[in-house]
């Protein structure tokens, strides 16, 4: 049986885990700031990252933990590109989160090839 102590400290573990939660969102990643920051992209990797140079990967649809890697890994130097060295670099980790944000919130459908 729980004595009222057990139980004392449950509640608090659930009130804790309900308000890091909370934190947590209130934290979330913002894809519409992502979108404007996403502004020194579009040469490479277009306006809706779908990319306009044949050596730019898509962006658009690809899972925003990914594209928060790469970044990280470009700005660090653990993952080289010249251009993308240079791109990265001045990037905060939150500007990273939402860049990741706004590039993951685009859909992106597959078909059947005709």
Not at 32 to 54: E, N
Not at 75 to 100: C, Q
Request: glycine residues 8%.
């Amino acid at each position: 049986m729980f004595s009222a102590k057990a139980f004392g400290f449950q509640a608090l573990g659930l009130a804790l885990a309900i308000s890091s939660g909370l934190a947590f969102q209130a934290q979330a990643a913002d894809a519409k700031a992502g979108q404007v920051k996403a502004g020194m992209c579009v040469t490479c990797h277009g306006a809706l990252g779908l990319s306009t140079m044949p050596n730019a990967p898509h962006l658009a649809g690809q899972p925003a933990i990914y594209i928060e890697e790469q970044l990280k890994q470009y700005r660090s130097g653990k993952r080289a590109n010249e251009v993308m060295a240079v791109m990265a670099k001045p990037l905060t980790d939150k500007e990273i989160e939402n860049l990741a944000a706004w590039y993951a919130s685009i859909p992106i459908e597959v078909g059947q090839p005709r």
